[in-house]
Nanobody, 114 residues
Framework: VQLQASGGGLVQAGGYLRLSCTAS????????MAWYRQPPGQERELVAS???????TYANSVKGRFIIFRDNAGDAVYLQMNSLKPEDTAVYYC?????????WGQGTLVTVSS
């Protein structure tokens, strides 16, 4: 599996960004997908996930602000991030589990300035 994330950048608090992740070498529609993030000096944490049939879950810290959605025709998963806060600053990773192993994209940096 290959995961390619993009869309990170520098944004002011209160702004928005949309992260994209395209997947290849998997039957994308059959896979649950997730976004994780790793803030500076902290552990990686789950931000949001979407199952193969579209069910979603969110970390409490992003509920009501972030939306995860998928486009099975385009083999892509997205993370719409609204009302961004400085504490959302992190490297964001697209991820899935393939053959029992968690797989990661290369990460995209999101920086939210106050």
């Amino acid at each position: 599996v290959q995961l390619q994330a993009s869309g990170g950048g520098l944004v002011q608090a209160g702004g928005y960004l949309r992260l994209s992740c395209t997947a290849s070498r998997i039957m994308f529609r059959a896979y649950d997908m997730a976004w994780y993030r790793q803030p500076p000096g902290q552990e990686r944490e789950l931000v949001a996930s979407v199952t193969s049939d579209g069910g979603t879950t969110y970390a409490n810290s992003v509920k009501g602000r972030f939306i995860i959605f998928r486009d099975n025709a385009g083999d892509a998963v997205y993370l719409q991030m609204n009302s961004l806060k400085p504490e959302d600053t992190a490297v964001y990773y697209c991820s899935t589990v393939d053959r029992g192993l968690r797989r990661w994209g290369q990460g995209t940096l999101v920086t939210v300035s106050s």
